[in-house]
């Protein structure tokens, strides 16, 4: 029975080990209020089958204001994330997901991924505090602007240098009318652009035909509702992705 009970503490033991690697690390030298990496930077791209990691640092208010009243921040909550990758999961620190006012937290997301595709995440938060000593009304919001792209080949670098399948962006970005899509790839072949609106409809597709190094091709935006988007290339096993803004005409 002794025996049993010490291979089960030790079982417990290894997987409390477990979830507290899969935690992330704080970083205090962050002094500026915010959520880290802004949109400009996004997140990295993944991989079918690799592990993934990525974490996404924050910085919580100390006050702010509601209707002009002076609001001091009790916490920030952190209610879900939602639209990750098959595969993929996410865990706080703090490991409640509730950040004090004035504190540096993150959010570790991780995994195996098992599906290919760009996938829009939506963090859902929740802020907490007072005025004048009585508690404020909760006041929700979502961070809409990040995500995944996750490639299905895993011998292939989206994220690299020139000489591997990578996307420069756009320009203009914001963009109105037009917008000339960089891309670089090793070697020639057919391509297809695509654009995704902030809930994974795809508005826009085009083929065309891009030869070893950097390319750029225009596309024409007259018929796109201006808002925020996700621009892909893909060349029949990967697919690239970057964030881009379509403004009003």
């Not at 089958?49 to 509601?66: C, F, R, W």
């Not at 540096?104 to 505090?129: D, H, Q, R």
């Amino acid at each position: 029975m002794i025996k049993r009970l010490l291979i089960a503490t030790a079982i417990i033991t290894a997987a409390s080990s477990g979830m507290t690697n899969a935690q992330c690390v704080p970083d205090p030298t962050i002094t500026v209020p915010g959520i880290y990496p802004d949109s400009a930077t996004g997140l990295v791209s993944g991989v079918v089958g690799v592990p993934y990691n990525e974490v996404i640092q924050a910085k919580v208010l100390t006050d702010t204001s509601l209707n002009g009243l002076p609001v001091i921040i009790s916490n920030i909550t952190l209610s879900g994330v939602s639209g990750l990758p098959p595969g993929l999961t996410y865990s706080c620190t703090p490991s409640s997901c509730v950040f004090p006012g004035g504190s540096n937290g993150c959010l570790l997301i991780s995994g195996t991924p098992t599906t290919a595709g760009t996938f829009p995440i939506v963090v859902e938060l929740t802020a907490n505090g007072t005025i004048f000593g009585i508690p404020a009304p909760p006041q929700t919001t979502t961070l809409d602007y990040y995500f995944i792209t996750i490639d299905v080949n895993s011998g292939i670098s989206v994220n690299n240098s020139a000489v591997n399948f990578s996307i420069a962006g756009n320009n203009p970005n914001p963009a109105s009318g037009y917008t000339d899509v960089n891309f670089t790839t090793p070697i020639a072949g057919d391509f297809t652009i695509r654009l995704f609106n902030m809930i994974g409809k795809e508005v826009l597709k085009e083929n065309i035909r891009g030869m070893a190094g950097m390319n750029t091709t225009r596309i024409n935006l007259e018929d796109v509702t201006p808002g925020v988007y996700m621009i892909s290339v893909e060349n029949g096993t990967s697919v690239v992705t970057r964030r881009m803004i379509v403004s009003k005409k």
